[in-house]
């Protein structure tokens, strides 16, 4: 095995344009962990015959028993690649440091791929080439391309389409086609026009594309066949490459190429690459080891006598592995078409720097400048060997960093100039960590561009935030996560005096997961999640290893929002508890679609901008556009409060008024849930001339029970979350998987038929409240032939008026009242309104 010393790391991790920190993104199953091993084998940090069953990224127990990855893995391989198309690429010898991460695939543990994709530049898309594109790698691919990560695809799983569906040469091709066109549609659906990161479509004949089989070890793109028979035919390898796929035909008789298709003519694909690999295929599988042999020779490769000792599949592998080893595919594409820090960071920096972009701390980050300010953003916390602690890894965008080094420690509250100096720490840096899989190296400093982990930082930092030594810096922008914590449960100890380790258990669990929210309401320990198996994994992970005692859990519960579904019908009056200050309310619901602009940070910051988009977009009135006091709850939610009043000084009661709109924001009404899409105007005021009289004591209450009563007299409604839910199975069960949907309140959006084989893809919106047991219930029906994927997809009126008993919203608002602790019977109208 490879093991490189410190030195040799050391100096690795100074030469920017030989790093590439890349992320392995992909629907659940598609097989990134096994073909991640293939890289892990050529780098020598497992063995070559371990690769494609040791999972080796998959470093937790739970993950090699269930076989499928749930957190981030990251480790930093190092190659030395000889190679002529190496040299023209700019650059600095030809050792190169790859910093990997293996991502997960499935939905409910995509926060982490939000975390792995913010401190990578490229991304590897892998997709099984017989199931094809599914909804989650639709989601991450969105997901890396608002980020400015550039792809390079992996289409795996090739020996399934050779030996389990028996495909033609032909059939193969429309396949593999098949899938390049629905990522390249996918890509020009969510990237930008004229995008800095260049032409990001996929091409096997640009060399960004590969083939191959995780599993067995060996993959390919045309490059490699291009070389091969390039001196045979006396033309360069970059047009050769282009004749290999595509509508371009060979005549073996004229030895002619032609771009129709006619007798004696076979497609280039076909002739050059599919039959000498399914020759050798499936001479190897059907243990032929002389016509193997001779095969192979011919291409210029001899097995070894331990090789020819082996039988079956393993003899296979072997013989692929020889000729086709899957990791030089894979690293010439991430090599030859992802980025280094040196050319991303000048086109990703506008996207991750919340600060003018002409502050000394943004020109160091786009010039990726290793002597400039320090500026590192802490993506993820990473448990450590000593128990309750953890590694704060992120990514150096510029400067250096290293042990000793004393930092500003920036958290997400951190507000650059502000008076009070929140959420900002000046302390040294005890130690820095490159991590490797499930160990780590220390090393003595490290440059911008590297992926690094920092030891004693985690003290200072909830779960992300942003180190630098330039006082003047501001943040990197928060996360933006795909999904959302939809699903709640209330966990509680066994043993009473056990309660101060799940205080602290519950501490270390919202600091290792991005996206988990642990809360206490009305004196319950809740753990909000984005969906059934999250829960399981943080709530395992609480009791074995962040608590370290038995725990109990309530079933899970739904996050509901509350909404208004038309104008307030009269204006809210509310009299301060003096009666010496008035405010007048109403309540509207905001236009479709601007909840979730609010929600994605996609409003802009800058009031003009942002009164012409209202006002263009969504038919504001000019003069309320540029009087929006403030968005709730949270000062981010996707609620507003607008000053519509009319020759009146309220700016004295601004911050009063904005506080109890945060307050009724975050509480509703109806059941005491945060309410979402809802407009609030001030309509008039009376205000004391005397402070004494108009403080927040008097103000802040007094505007939450008009807020409150101008949600009651607007027809206020419950929002449920809703899931698309895709689910892939053989015709012959479409029925059942159908009668269980209809069963859950879902409904059928979209049905698709796999060409060539009797597989359907089934695309359905279902209620997050219906949704437990789903899964079970529809393995159960299908004898396990149905496998369903869930995404939190959007937020809908749960039919029903939710102030009537006994309808379903009715129903819902009396339980969640009585699980908080809530009077069961709502408020009336008359004890949140006043009269004149």
């Excluded at 490189?4 to 590439?20: G, M, T």
Aim: hydrophobic share 40%.
């Amino acid at each position: 095995m490879v093991q490189l010393s410190v030195e040799q790391l050391q100096h690795a991790l100074r030469k920017r344009k030989n790093i590439r920190n890349i992320a392995v993104i992909a629907h659940v199953d598609h097989g990134k962990t096994t073909l991640t091993d293939s890289l892990l084998a050529r780098a020598g940090v497992i063995a070559s015959s371990q690769a494609g069953d040791k999972r080796a990224t998959d470093t937790l127990k739970y993950e090699q028993e269930k076989g499928i990855t749930i957190k981030s893995t990251a480790i930093s391989l190092y190659y030395n690649l000889e190679d002529k198309d190496v040299e023209q690429l700019g650059s600095e010898g030809t050792g190169f440091l790859i910093n990997l991460v293996d991502s997960p695939g499935h939905v409910d543990f995509s926060p982490e791929v939000t975390a792995a994709l913010r401190v990578v530049d490229g991304a590897m898309v892998v997709v099984d080439c017989v199931s094809g594109v599914s909804v989650q790698t639709e989601t991450v691919l969105r997901q890396a391309l608002s980020e400015r990560i550039k792809p390079v695809l992996m289409m795996n799983k090739l020996d399934r389409a050779v030996f389990e569906k028996a495909l033609t040469a032909e059939e193969i091709y429309c396949t593999l086609r098949d899938v390049v066109g629905s990522v390249n549609a996918l890509i020009g659906i969510y990237c930008e026009d004229d995008s800095p990161m260049g032409d990001l479509m996929m091409d096997p004949a640009k060399g960004n594309v590969s083939f191959g089989s995780g599993l067995h070890g060996w993959g390919f793109n045309l490059k490699q066949f291009a070389r091969l028979y390039s001196s045979k035919f006396g033309i360069k390898e970059e047009r050769l490459m282009r004749r290999l796929w595509g509508e371009h035909y060979f005549s073996p008789a004229s030895r002619q190429w032609s771009k129709q298709p006619g007798e004696g003519r076979v497609r280039g694909f076909n002739h050059f690459v599919l039959d000498p690999l399914l020759k050798v295929l499936r001479a190897a599988t059907a243990g032929e080891k002389d016509q193997t042999s001779e095969l192979l020779s011919k291409l210029g490769y001899t097995l070894s006598a331990s090789d020819l000792e082996s039988e079956g599949k393993e003899f296979m592998r072997k013989a692929m592995k020889l000729w086709l080893p899957a990791a030089d595919a894979m690293l010439d594409m991430i090599v030859t078409h992802l980025p280094s820090p040196v050319t991303a960071q000048a086109y990703r920096t506008e996207l991750l720097y919340e600060g003018p972009l002409d502050d000394e701390a943004a020109v160091a980050m786009k010039e990726c400048d290793p002597n400039g300010p320090l500026m590192m953003y802490v993506a993820k916390m990473i448990p450590a060997a000593e128990k309750g602690r953890f590694y704060a890894v992120g990514r150096v965008f510029s400067g250096t960093v290293s042990p000793g080094q004393k930092v500003r420690i920036m958290g997400p509250d951190y507000v650059p100039n502000a008076v009070k100096k929140r959420d900002l720490y000046v302390k040294n840096v005890p130690r820095t960590v490159l991590m490797m899989g499930g160990q780590v190296q220390s090393v003595d400093n490290a440059p911008c561009g590297n992926i690094i982990g920092l030891v004693g930082v985690d003290r200072y930092l909830q779960k992300t935030g942003t180190i630098t030594t330039f006082e003047e810096a501001h943040n990197l922008k928060v996360m933006r996560f795909s999904v959302s914590p939809v699903m709640r449960v209330a966990v509680d100890v066994v043993h009473p005096q056990d309660l101060p380790k799940l205080v602290e258990g519950l501490r270390r669990l919202n600091k290792a997961e991005p996206l988990v929210q642990c809360t206490s309401e009305e004196g319950q320990h809740i753990v909000a999640g984005a969906g059934e198996l999250h829960l399981d994994i943080c709530l395992k992970d609480l009791e074995e290893e962040y608590a370290g005692v038995p725990i109990k859990r309530s079933e899970p519960v739904v996050k509901f929002c509350e909404t208004v579904i038309q104008e307030s019908d009269r204006v809210c009056l509310a009299k301060s508890s003096n009666k010496l200050n008035r405010v007048f309310m109403t309540a509207e619901p905001l236009p479709d679609g601007l909840s979730e602009e609010i929600e994605n940070g996609e409003l802009s910051l800058d009031m003009k901008e942002r009164s012409s988009h209202l006002v263009d977009v969504y038919d504001f009135d000019p003069k309320e556009s540029r009087k929006i006091w403030c968005f709730g709850p949270n000062n981010s939610g996707p609620n507003m409060l607008v000053d519509a009043t009319q020759g009146v000084d309220t700016t004295v009661i601004r911050d009063a008024m904005c506080a109890g709109f945060q307050w009724a924001t975050e509480e509703g009404v109806l059941c005491g849930e945060t309410m979402r899409g809802v407009k609030f105007r001030l309509r008039d005021a009376m205000i004391h001339p005397d402070p004494a009289h108009r403080g927040g004591g008097q103000i802040i209450p007094t505007s939450r029970r008009a807020l409150l009563a101008s949600v009651m007299t607007a027809s206020p409604a419950l929002l449920e979350p809703v899931y698309l839910a895709e689910t892939q199975c053989p015709v012959s069960v479409m029925g059942n998987v159908m009668s269980v949907l209809s069963r859950r309140r879902g409904v059928m959006v979209e049905q698709i038929h796999h060409a060539g084989a009797p597989l359907c893809t089934i695309k359905a919106h279902l209620p997050v409240h219906e949704a437990f047991g789903f899964s079970e219930e529809l393995k159960s029906q299908t004898s396990g032939q149905a496998f369903p994927q869930c995404i939190f997809d959007h937020w809908q009126v749960m039919p029903g008026d939710p102030l009537t008993p006994g309808t379903k919203a009715g129903d819902v608002v009396a339980a969640v009242r009585q699980r908080k602790g809530l009077v069961v019977s709502l408020p009336r109208l008359d004890s949140l309104l006043d009269t004149l």
